[in-house]
């Protein structure tokens, strides 16, 4: 099997991560080029390529000259949240197979130019959405496959994240959150929670996501850290940040289940994605690593909360031998050293590994138009105070008879 | 001080339960009437008075003979949730210091029916929601005054209770879930979640609610639940229930904060309030009994969350030194027995405690028509696919200027 000739486009801190991620996959993919606007992020790349390999990649400061050139196979997009789509679009059109990292979308007509884009072109696309590849969520998913859940009629998650001193640095670190920080209020980071339940719950696939309400808080967090010693950007003591604390979502889906998200980046909180699994014979709850199913475990043992919960914590671990998946058995150590625990390398050899089979990739470009558009469209229930607002069918109906189909084989 | 002279409406499961407590309580109270529709109960609940004074109460088929009752300082009502803003309204006008149990309104007019009756006749009443006097969230709102938590911009609350049995068993126990469950798709039981939230943002005392969003999820708990062996009334067997399995609400206050409320009784999990603050200093969660502070915990020491939360977990007992009230310090084991580990026999302490010093009562009208409004406004919101809909200001304006006032002293 001949190797991925890849490009990466975008080469911060998340390039750089999964530069490191790829170049150790060197049976599945050669990095041939790497491209940043900033002279010293591309050169630091491209150092560590030929450090690697003995040999330089091509460096461009301008993706349009990467998208032609003819050499690579495949174009990975870490850039800021902006340009994910707008360069994912110009990818497909330049042919080449288009991995999009995670973000939200700024409207939904550039969703269907993706979309519309894919369906002219049918360049393959994945967007690399990691969190369904992590440990706890294809768990979850296996149970849920298994039936272990019953008929599942809600999924939380979150994106429990305090990223206070990181969007305050932005103009430090060119790091591209704190614009969105200073002018948007929305869910303006969905894809690690909803992904793995949008899988979960076949959207897309016989079921898709018809409305959702979005409410966010005031926005307190931020601008105290602004205004205190631990603000690393001196210039941004007084700013103010259209950004609310707390951004809280519901989905009604066509099935009738509906999903809950909570953006969490803003106050002191440990780091939490909260997945939630709910139906009629059991849940899974990735924050405690607790499974529990009717007839397994005795729900009603107490009233005592945090007693309930010190006992059965962590109990997750029961169901691996029977339903966690080989690829997470048979991780190395040094495996969930390249990248979040371990779900990037296996995200990423899965799609050199597809690739290289010519199989469909399994988050396409309908779950990434989808999953993305909820960033536009909470931005505009919020501004409404909580209005449903609809959201697209970018199958135009396909959804009624496509099948499911997960991120691995269960 | 004399004993208040009270008399009890409504003797099933909750009005036994609170009858036990009361005559814990005898150096302040005295059971001089029950009341019930069904024989059984009313005189099960007599016997009991008389086993432990001596002495028969007077005892009542219909309230409305209760109330006309001259001997009467207090009256408790502890009947179906459809008839406690009615009975309260009545006791009002007869002039009964009114306790009333919690639930949630249907409409609201009887809300406002409620909050004009208590300005004509300015009877004392109190909705008693024990949850507002239960240890964790008494600690929570003492640190919440002491400023431990900064500015507090999100809480959370659920009322995470699996009563598909009771629910089911509705006609065999003659209980008033099950036709609510039937015919109506809310928030049905909002007070135990939001009670102890609406003090800390001091709801109608210098914030008020403005407007909610709720959505429900499909209903399939009750439903899978009535085919199986465990239903206790096979007459429900095909029975269909327009109650959904989750019903999430988001509130938005005056000052900016945003209060998510989940209601989620029919799909197997463990108790619990899930009871939350988010500040910009610290958080506080019940079901993990867990306080963390800026500065006193580091919150970014792992991504690996159930370790974090292994680690953290029952914390709070650190901060009970400081920060617990009091009446929890003081507890004995035999008090803790006396209803929902304690905070019954607390509140109703306190209950008669402030009526024998002629104080006001700490959950007024104005908390109890708002905090109640909220099933009936859920109700529209759900129908209408999660529109947001008006919390009404039952204090007319008041709330501006209204200080704000816990449930016990700081």
Redesign the interface.
């Known amino acids: 099997m001949e190797k991925v000739r890849i490009g990466i486009v975008g080469l911060g801190q998340r390039g750089n991560g999964l530069l490191t991620t790829i170049l150790s996959l060197e049976e599945l993919a050669y990095v041939a080029a790497v491209c940043d606007v900033y002279a010293d992020r591309r050169e630091a790349a491209a150092e560590r390529v030929e450090k690697q390999y003995g040999k330089r990649p091509a460096v461009y400061e301008d993706y349009t000259d990467l998208l032609a050139d003819s050499s690579l196979d495949a174009v990975l997009i870490t850039a800021g949240w902006e340009e994910h789509i707008k360069i994912a679009i110009e990818s497909m059109r330049a042919g080449k197979i288009t991995a999009m990292e995670v973000g939200g979308a700024y409207n939904i007509e550039e969703c269907w130019e993706l979309v519309r884009t894919y369906e002219r072109t049918k360049t393959p696309i994945m967007m690399m959405e990691n969190c369904c590849y992590d440990r706890f969520e294809l768990l979850a998913t296996a149970m849920a496959r298994a039936g272990k859940f ?2 599942i ?2 999924c939380h998650g979150a994106y429990s994240h ?1 990223l206070r001193d990181e969007i305050l640095g932005g103009n430090v670190n060119r790091h591209y959150r704190l614009n969105n920080y200073m002018r948007r209020n929305c869910e303006n980071y969905p894809t690690h929670e909803l992904g793995p339940i949008a899988k979960i719950l076949n959207i897309n696939r016989g079921n898709r996501m018809l ?3 979005s ?7 931020l601008k ?2 602004a205004k205190s010693d631990k603000n690393p950007d001196k210039s941004l003591v007084n700013a103010e940040f259209a950004q ?3 951004v ?1 979502t ?1 989905i ?1 889906c066509a ?4 999903i ?1 998200l909570k953006l ?1 980046t803003t ?7 909260e997945f939630t699994v ?6 899974a709850n ?4 607790m499974v ?3 007839g397994e475990q005795d ?8 007693v ?3 006992k059965h ?2 109990n997750a671990k029961e169901y691996e031998k029977e339903f966690l998946h080989p690829i997470w058995k048979n991780i190395t150590p040094e495996e969930m050293e390249l990248g ?2 371990g779900m990037d390398y296996l995200m990423f050899r899965e799609f050199f590994r597809t690739i290289g089979r010519g199989d469909p990739l399994p988050i396409d470009v309908y779950d990434a138009a989808a999953w993305m558009s909820i960033s536009a469209l909470t931005e505009c229930s919020v501004a ?5 607002v609809d959201i697209p069918d970018f199958t135009d109906g396909a959804w009624v008879k496509r099948k499911p189909k997960d991120v691995l084989e269960f």
Not at 215 to 221: E, H, I, L, R, T
Not at 255 to 258: A, D
Not at 278 to 283: A, D, E, Q, S, V
Not at 299 to 306: K, L, S, V, W
């Open positions: 019953g008929e009629v809600h305090d409305s959702l309400v409410v966010a808080s005031k926005g307190a967090g105290e850290f609310g604390d707390i809280e519901i009604k099935g009738g289940e509906t809950s969490d106050l002191p909180k440990y780091y939490s994605r709910r139906g009629t014979k059991g849940l990735q924050e405690l690593n529990l199913l009717e729900f009603h043992e107490a009233f005592d909360t945090p309930f919960v010190k914590l962590d979040h625990g409404r105070g909580g209005a449903p």
